[in-house]
């Protein structure tokens, strides 16, 4: 359970750092950070399946 805590909690900084810097970066300057879309990108590959094991360890 603590693997997945680590795994969830890095997802969401991935997501907090990199999504938010593409977002601002798209809006203000209409220009498509590839770089920035790859880190959100990983952020959200992690995010969903750590959140998967997450609800499916509690209900079991």
Known sequence: MQQ???????????????GSGFVI???RTGDFYIGQMIGTAAGI???VPSLIL???NKSS
């Open 54 to 56: 997450r609800i499916r």
């Open 45 to 47: 590959i992690l995010f």
């Open 25 to 27: 970066g798209y809006v």
């Open 4 to 18: 997945n805590s680590a795994l969830l909690l890095f997802s969401i900084n991935l997501l907090i750092v990199f």
